[in-house]
């Protein structure tokens, strides 16, 4: 793991990770492993931007104290001296080599290598291609405030219910809670948003800005060309849709079966879209783009997606019974049930192909083998939806590629030995000598997908790259205001992809349209600063950690395969308040590792954080209740506000992004009753120091105990020089004191 880190080139953050190894390979706590968790806490602040000058001589003075240790340790024969001699050597690296790029991180906010100081994401969000603040929202459903939830994911997504569906979810897949147990069931919190939000008849109005006059031709009406309408209005341009077909939603409506995504929860994303003001035209096929322009658009967005499918090269594919997969499942969603063979093979092994299958069984096939070209894990289809199908009867062949579909319908396969190039790239590479045979009366090929260029037979200009529009980092083509995004640029993808390209280039054309010369939109803020988020749900450590992932029901295999009926249940409200509180809330707690380094700094150890890729995760929650002293050092550096210190009458509580980690009493004072504080912190403070001589029993030179102001030691030592057996507040001390002093006048 700290491997991973330590591919960051920033030679301060090399350093830090360095450090940080050092620092965890120390087997007990010492005054040196301290001191390494100080030089970790200062090198964080600085790759964080919370640098100050007094860092330098800090780190200098940290530095000079371990070659003393060292050479104590020689005395000793320590075990530590190697990691001792290494962390010297990190030291001093910076120093002599790396001084320059320190002081420009401290006094510039500077990094030449680009990578410290950047907005710090949670990951969820990072992988979430439509870039939807994730854990906001499932703070607000899980606090049951649905539309609030729903407001923060229209933001980037304007078919929130759709994607609750049928997102295969990549932030799932980088969700940090999988460190801990699995992911956060993100994708079917979003659903129950949106549901409740429909429910509870509360959809937010639409927030339009004022009316530029400008006209956008969008042609397709998939999620890239609806995502595109929706943010192009909202900025207060007239989106014009144009679509080929009969209804809208490309892909979505004609690609996507119902038991799959139900229509109507497709037709409710697209009215909402609509009600900002989008101009329809179905069954409008637009075949020159340039007269668009002299009938008054001002700029034209071409997401006309790949509605065709690839054709294979196999001895036989013109035969009649060797059906389009995608054409198959336009009938089924158009109405027009289809007719095909009881044995059908399936020649593809991604989601369409999926999708493809399980629709055959439900159009009378009794059996469905799918076949493709990749192994088990080189699949493209998603996990969930294959888990589906095969419990449906659908049976996979990895590694075939067809070869032959012969008269007399047997299909004759060859082993695929190797799909992938060493660059990466589609090259399979077939072994002739190993044969598969298998009985089909149908195939259904949904082996990949094409864009339908017969639109641009007037607009012949617009380059065309390897089957594919091009366009720069705009989204813009070789033609002046001519834009493209979604499949028609990438090729096949999932539809969070198109989404993200339609309000993209939205944004683009708005900027064009504008001339406006904003900063690109996801461009990294430099300069971090922590802006408020909404607070976390409280919930007690246990809770927290043990809630395991919410399962959706399934309809009985089979049964459903009877029918169109969606496969899965959605979470109930109570289940999604649930798996709402399994969220890290990884946009408060950004993972720096400060309150560890500051925890050990003071020799407590209460915090231990989980190394995951490039950061820190707070996932032990049990262990910490039985050391924490509530010092409330942890609080006072965590630069977010995510561990809270908080008091309750007699008790005191820390809290890690809303979860009560563990609860101390508070010291009353013997004489007068007032809370003075943390009954363990005292202890502690006690054992540490030795009260009688007022001196430290660890060298003061060596551990600066941040925490612990100055005032609090003194009160300690003021308490406890009072009398041995009574532990009394400063008020009282006072008081005691003066009446003693009254003794002696
Ligand atoms: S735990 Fe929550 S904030 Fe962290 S990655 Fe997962 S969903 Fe996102
Ligand atoms: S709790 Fe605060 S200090 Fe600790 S790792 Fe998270 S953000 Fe950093």
New binding site residues.
């Given amino acids: 793991m700290l491997m991973n880190l330590e591919q960051k080139k920033c030679s301060i953050n090399i350093a830090r990770i360095k450090i940080i190894k050092v620092w965890k390979n120390f087997k007990q706590d010492t005054n040196e492993k301290r001191l390494f968790a100080k030089i970790a806490g200062i090198l964080?602040h600085i790759i964080y931007g919370m640098g100050k000058k007094h860092h330098l001589t800090e780190l200098r003075k940290i530095s000079n104290l371990i070659k003393i240790s060292l050479s104590d340790k020689y005395i000793d024969k320590s075990s530590e001296i190697p990691l001792l001699k290494t962390g010297i050597s990190i030291i001093e690296d910076i120093y002599t080599n790396q001084k320059d790029l320190l002081i420009s991180h401290i006094t510039e906010k500077k990094c030449k290598y680009n990578n410290c100081f950047k907005k710090i994401s949670p990951p969820c969000e990072k992988s979430c291609p439509a870039g939807i603040d994730i854990p906001a929202f499932i703070v607000q459903t899980g606090g049951g405030k649905f539309k609030h939830a729903l407001e923060i994911i229209l933001e980037n997504n304007p078919f929130p219910y759709v994607c609750g569906l049928i997102c295969p979810a990549p932030c799932e897949d980088s969700c940090l809670r999988k460190t801990l147990d699995k992911p956060v069931f993100i994708r079917s919190i979003k659903a129950v948003a949106a549901r409740e939000t429909i429910q509870e008849k509360c959809y937010p109005k639409p927030n339009i800005k004022s009316l530029t006059g400008k006209k956008v031709a969008i042609i397709g009406s998939g999620p890239g060309g609806l995502s595109a309408a929706f943010y192009l209005a909202k900025q207060g341009h007239l989106p014009v849709v144009f679509e080929a077909e009969k209804e809208l939603g490309g892909m979505l409506r004609y690609g996507i079966p119902d038991f799959r995504l139900p229509l109507k929860i497709l037709n409710n994303d697209i009215s909402w879209i609509k009600l900002h003001g989008v101009e329809i035209h179905t069954k409008t096929r637009i075949n020159n783009i340039k007269k668009l322009f002299n009938n008054g658009f001002n700029a034209v967005f071409l997401a006309t997606g790949t509605p065709f499918s690839n054709k294979i090269p196999f001895k036989g594919n013109e035969r009649s019974n060797v059906i389009s997969g995608i054409d198959f499942l336009r009938k089924i969603n158009k109405g027009e049930n289809p007719d095909i063979g009881k044995k059908v093979i399936v020649i593809g092994g991604g989601n369409v192909a999926v999708d493809v299958a399980m629709a055959a069984l439900r159009q009378n096939a009794l059996k469905i083998k799918m076949v493709c070209l990749e192994n088990k894990n080189e699949m493209p289809a998603s996990e969930n939806e294959l888990r589906t199908a095969i419990m449906e009867g659908v049976i996979v062949y990895n590694s075939w590629g067809p070869f032959y579909l012969k008269k007399n319908n047997l299909f004759e396969f060859i082993f695929c030995k190797k799909i992938f190039n060493d660059k990466g790239k589609f090259a399979p590479v077939f072994d002739n000598n190993k044969k598969l045979e298998l009985y089909c009366d149908t195939v259904l090929v949904a082996a990949g997908q094409i864009p339908d260029f017969s639109y641009l037979e007037n607009d012949t200009e617009i380059n065309i790259f390897k089957g594919l529009i091009k366009i720069n980092n705009s989204y813009k083509t070789n033609i002046n205001g001519v834009f493209a995004g979604g499949d028609v640029v990438t090729g096949p993808n999932i539809a969070v992809n198109a989404i993200k390209a339609g309000k993209e280039a939205a944004l683009e054309i708005d900027k064009w349209l504008m001339n406006k010369n904003k900063k690109k939109h996801n461009q990294t803020e430099k300069n971090l600063n922590f802006p408020e988020k909404i607070p976390c749900l409280k919930i007690n450590a246990l809770n927290r950690k043990n809630t395991k992932r919410a399962k959706l029901e399934e309809q009985n295999p089979k049964k459903r395969i009877n029918n169109y009926l969606p496969i899965e249940e959605e979470l109930s409200i109570n289940q999604a308040q649930k798996e709402a509180q399994r969220c890290l809330r990884c946009d408060?707690?950004?993972?720096?590792?400060?309150?560890?380094f500051?925890c050990s700094e003071i020799g407590i150890n209460a915090?231990n954080?989980t190394i995951c890729d490039d950061?820190?995760?707070?996932t032990d929650f049990t262990s910490f209740s039985n050391k924490c002293i509530s010092c409330g050092a942890?609080e006072k550096?965590?630069?977010?506000?995510?561990?809270k210190i908080i008091q309750k009458q007699n008790f005191i509580r820390t809290e890690?992004?809303g979860t009560f980690l563990n609860k101390n009493t508070m010291l009353e004072c013997d004489l007068c009753g007032k809370l003075i504080m943390p009954d363990l912190y005292y202890k502690n403070i006690e054992t540490r120091l030795d009260l009688k001589t007022k001196t430290f029993a660890i060298k003061p030179e060596a551990i600066e105990l941040k925490s612990e102001t100055p005032d609090i030691r003194k009160k300690t030592i003021d308490i406890k020089n009072l009398s041995e057996n009574l532990r009394v507040c400063p008020a009282c001390t006072r008081t005691k004191y003066a009446e003693n002093l009254k003794k002696f006048l």
């Avoid at 408060?588 to 560890?596: A, M, R, V, W, Y």
């Avoid at 550096?637 to 561990?643: D, H, I, L, Q, R």
């Fill in positions: 964080t408060i707690c950004i993972g720096c590792g400060l309150c560890q500051i915090i954080l950061r820190f995760v707070f942890c550096v965590c630069p977010t506000g995510a561990v890690f992004t």
